[in-house]
Every structure is written in structure tokens, then in C-alpha cells.
């Protein structure tokens, strides 16, 4: 499983537990079950249009024991008949890292890391309860997109989490937390380091912990590869 996912369920789960949460370009569904596994949410539906992926995640539920308290939708984010507005307390979501034509990305992960971004944030806006917050991960040196798009769809960053593969390293993602309301009250939290010395540091360890290791991820292209 990508780190990223769990970084991000973790992020995400901060707070308030959430009644209904809604992962957005949800894959095999990797945040959503990190959620779940640590009773961060009461429900989840998990969003995305592959056939396939959509499917996998559907498969996970069902493995994990979940099919009462997720679903997977498989259809388009942008699509305004898949889920109602207003309906979730929280949206997580790992969008696309590369906005068509402006890079190449992996050949198999191309259809998880290529897309408009500006669908995800006004996707995310949209099922947003007033008072709901929606969390994502996105690369650190394209920060000031995403809060660009986030502001365009009317959620104003409000926590913001650095993720360094060391001390040393600039940072590699950013985890942010945004809400609709006001701009300003921006809270930049103490960095998050992965490792220390060649080894995981003490944070990502303990996140990685067996009290808190979320549940397996079955994947067909995973195990194609």
C-alpha cells in the first residue's frame, strides 16, 4: 500500500469522527480502508471511474468485512447524480499529480496520476456538508496549485502538514485540510518525518504500528506486477 494513503487517512482522521465520509478518486480504495480499520468514519462511499479499480475497492469491503458501511460508486467525480450535495462530513482524496499536458506519468499509474485537479476540489465542494472538511495529499511542490483550486471551489486551506522522507530532504507531499468558509487561520503543523537514519522515524513507526496497521489491500495489478 502507498504510504500516501495512510498518511492521509491519518490526517484526515484527526478530530471529530466523521458520520459519512466520501473518498474521491477512491482506486482500490486504500484511504477509505484506513479509515474504516480505525473507526474514523461511520460510512464511506468510495468514488472512481475505472471499471476495474472500482471493483478491486468493492472486493476490499466485502474481504474486510465493511459491505454495511461502504459502498463503491463507480462513475465520474464530476458526475452531479452519483452522490447528493451536502451529504458527507468529510472528503479525502489523492487526486491526479500531473494536469494533461504537463508531464508524462508511469504507464500504470496513469489513470490514478493524470486529471484535472480542479474536478476533485469542486467535486469535493459540492458533497461537503456546510460544516464538513474535506483532506488531501498532493505533491509539496505544487502547493500553491492546489490551494489555488481549492480557493476557486470555495474551501479555504485551514491545517496544512509537510510530509520529508528525512530531515534532510525538502518536503514530498503536503497534507491539507480545507473547509468552506473565510480565508485565513491557516495552521501549519509541525513537520512530518518518515525516516531517520536509514530506518522509519518514530512517527511513521508508530503509525505503521500493528495496533494501527490498516487493513490488507487486495489488488489484481499489484499482484500483476
Sequence with gaps: MNVDAVLLAWFAGQGRRARRAVDLGAGVGAVALCLLYRDQVGEVVLVDKDEELSALSEANLE??????????????????????????????????????????????????????????????????APRGRAAFVYPAHELATLFAELRSAGLEPKRLCFVHASHEDPARVALVLAVPGKPGGLVVLPPFVEREGGSPSPALSALLAARDEPAPVRSRAADRA
Excluded at 472528503?91 to 490514478?112: D, I, S
Design 63 to 128: 474481504a474486510n468485512g465493511w459491505t454495511a458501511r461502504g459502498r463503491a460508486s463507480c462513475t465520474d467525480v464530476a458526475s452531479t447524480t452519483a452522490l447528493a450535495a451536502g451529504s458527507a462530513d468529510l472528503v479525502v482524496c489523492n487526486p491526479p499529480y500531473v494536469a494533461p499536458g504537463r508531464g508524462r506519468a508511469p504507464r500504470v499509474a496513469a489513470g490514478a496520476r493524470v486529471g484535472e485537479l480542479g474536478r476533485f476540489t469542486m467535486a469535493a465542494r459540492r458533497v461537503l
